[in-house]
């Protein structure tokens, strides 16, 4: 019995060469980026850093007779998402985290949420309480290319916030420095559009 191959002998296709020389050798800039949270613009303006979380894809024990075999599970970890902007004189952005933060949490009842996010960010249709508008927000960075030109957008969907930072003061510093915080945010998941729409499975 003869067991023919799957790739014929006289094929040209060459199953041990490795293409290792990438269509664009430019490097990614950590500097060129646009942020935008849509709930919170003032902080938007103001960001200064932000750090694209990481994915944890835990191992499961698969038991067998002869040893416990690793498997992947069934859904991803997403890390919290960490950006940090400087703290605006009135502390608007700042405030904006925090109203959003005990409108969530509710320290005072119902009516914290309700004041909140119903005085100044509700929109025209009725207020609703339990609606996805009012509670989560999608979160925006966009990459940039060596030369400014959009490339990749980042998108974060239905995020929240889970913390934010201590805001220092201290008065022994001879020289004034600027006050920022860092937030934490918590999200559905992420996508990564590119800006010529090609599908980032590829990549």
Not at 130 to 156: A, G, P, R, W
Not at 165 to 188: K, R
Request: glycine share 2%; net charge negative; aromatic share 12%.
């Amino acid at each position: 019995m003869t067991i023919e191959p799957s790739v014929p002998l006289t094929s040209n296709i060459n199953l041990y060469r490795i293409d290792r020389e990438p269509n664009n050798i430019n490097t990614l800039i950590n500097n060129d980026l646009i942020f935008k949270i849509h709930r919170a613009p003032h902080v938007s303006y103001f960001t200064q850093s932000v750090s694209i979380p990481g994915i944890t894809l835990p191992a499961m024990q698969m038991p067998t007779p002869h040893a416990v075999i690793p498997i992947e599970a069934n859904r991803p970890i997403y890390d919290n998402l960490s950006i940090t902007f400087k703290i605006d004189e009135y502390m608007i952005n700042y405030m904006e985290i925090v109203n959003w933060i005990r409108a969530l949490g509710k320290p005072k009842g119902f009516d914290d949420f309700r004041h909140r996010f119903g005085a100044n960010n509700q929109p025209s249709a009725p207020f609703m309480e339990n609606s996805h508008l009012y509670k989560y927000s999608d979160i925006s960075v966009f990459v940039q290319t060596s030369v400014k030109n959009q490339l990749i957008e980042i998108v974060f969907r239905d995020a929240w916030p889970v913390a934010i930072s201590q805001v220092p003061f201290d008065t022994t510093p001879s020289d004034a420095t600027d006050v920022q915080a860092t937030v934490f945010f918590a999200y559905t998941y992420f996508d990564i559009i590119r800006s010529d729409g090609t599908d980032t499975r590829q990549y």
